[in-house]
């Protein structure tokens, strides 16, 4: 069993910078692969990063490769994005999940309960 809690949300302008972190409980943390999902109102779950239960592999949507960054901690039980030259379509609740190394939503067992990102233009 994982529990897992993000932070680190809120409203910055275009071009700012904010990093999330998604804090875990429970000793197989390292167990998992870990991913960060994205929904707006009326829209799917979307894939966002995932990273492998190691760290040594990642993978990014095409929409925030190159801008974001996906890492992890298992020593903190912790898992990280840095979000750089933020865009107002990032704009965003934003989910950490543990699972399988996959960008589909149905891969991950748990769920936080979301952090609002909101960029203003």
């Known amino acids: 069993q994982v529990q897992l809690a993000e932070s680190g949300g809120g409203l910055v302008q275009a071009g700012g910078s904010l990093r999330l972190s998604c804090a875990a409980s429970?000793?197989?943390?390292?167990?998992?692969?870990m991913g960060w999902f994205r929904q707006t109102p009326g829209k799917e779950r979307e894939f966002v990063a995932a990273v492998s239960w190691t760290g040594g592999r990642t993978y990014y949507a095409d929409s925030v490769k190159g801008r974001f960054t996906i890492s992890r901690d298992n020593t903190r039980n912790t898992m990280y994005l840095q979000m750089n030259s933020l865009k107002p379509e990032d704009t965003a609740v934003y989910y950490c999940?543990?699972?399988?190394?996959?960008?589909?939503?149905?891969?991950?067992?748990?769920w936080g309960q979301g952090t609002q990102v909101t960029v203003s233009s």
């Open positions: 429970g000793r197989t943390f390292s167990s998992y692969a």
């Open positions: 999940a543990a699972g399988r190394f996959f960008e589909v939503p149905t891969a991950y067992e748990y």
